[in-house]
């Protein structure tokens, strides 16, 4: 977990409210990837970036999602308006891809997130 | 149908038992295999990775790749209560993309 911090680490909201998961990365990185974790639907991406880019936000769930990353050691994830069937585990993930070898991803804490 | 499939357990065994944990895929495209291990509220830590088929020996651990049958697996020998976690095959098609995870099999080990 020592490559990235995520805050909060625990999120209590009200269905309806906004929501804004922060991710900021301590390592060297080219990637950043955003995932979910549910028990139904296991760990899944949401959305990544490529140098600060977004490159496919084919997993965000819908138009209540949101994600920017405005510089390389800062990322957001947004909720608006947030409902009980978001309430998961958001993982921020990290990857630096030079070199010509397989760099891991690696994983933050997660923000455990609950809408009541 | 998913494309990467992982039974999800769970799997209780004793201490020192022979770990087997698989999962199967639909997407031939994959080259890059992993098997991450999560601990409970924690995040996903790499624990191996394969380059196209193959096994790969780290320790306890082996992680083998059959591409012509879509299947990985990863073995844990000696298994020891401290690998008492959640383990996650996860695939890529190249370096520098999302990987795909299974659900993940829960692995308890007793004492």
């Known amino acids: 977990d020592a490559g990235v911090i995520q805050s909060p680490r625990h999120e209590v909201t009200e269905m309806g409210q906004e929501v804004t998961l922060r991710c900021k990365p301590i390592?060297?990185?080219?990637?950043l990837f955003w995932y979910r974790q549910t028990m139904m639907r296991g760990l899944e991406l949401l959305i990544y970036?490529?140098?600060?880019?977004?490159?496919?936000d084919s997993g965000m769930p819908e138009d209540r999602f949101s994600a920017k990353m405005p510089n390389a050691s800062f990322s957001t994830l947004k909720i608006q308006p947030s409902e009980p069937r978001d309430s998961a585990v958001y993982f921020c993930?990290?990857?630096?891809?030079?070199?010509?070898?397989?760099?891991?991803?690696?994983f933050g804490p997660g923000t455990r997130l609950t809408v009541l | 149908q998913k494309e990467v499939e992982q039974d999800p357990g769970p799997l209780s065994v004793p201490e020192g038992a022979i770990v087997s944990l698989n999962c199967t895929y639909s997407?031939?495209?994959?080259?890059?295999f992993m098997w991450y291990r999560q601990y409970s509220r924690k995040g996903p830590e790499l624990l191996m990775y394969?380059?196209?088929?193959g096994n790969k020996e780290d320790g306890r651990f082996t992680a083998q790749v059959d591409k012509s049958s879509k299947y990985i697996s990863l073995f844990i020998r000696d298994s020891q209560p401290s690998d008492s976690a959640t383990y996650l095959c996860?695939?890529?098609?190249?370096?520098?993309?999302?990987?795909?995870f299974g659900k993940g099999t829960t692995l308890s080990v007793s004492s």
């Open positions: 997407n031939s495209a994959f080259q890059y």
């Open positions: 390592s060297g990185h080219d990637y």
């Open positions: 993930a990290i990857q630096q891809t030079s070199g010509g070898s397989y760099n891991e991803q690696f």
């Open positions: 394969t380059y196209s088929s």
């Open positions: 996860a695939m890529s098609e190249q370096a520098g993309t999302a990987l795909i």
């Open positions: 970036f490529n140098n600060n880019v977004p490159i496919d």
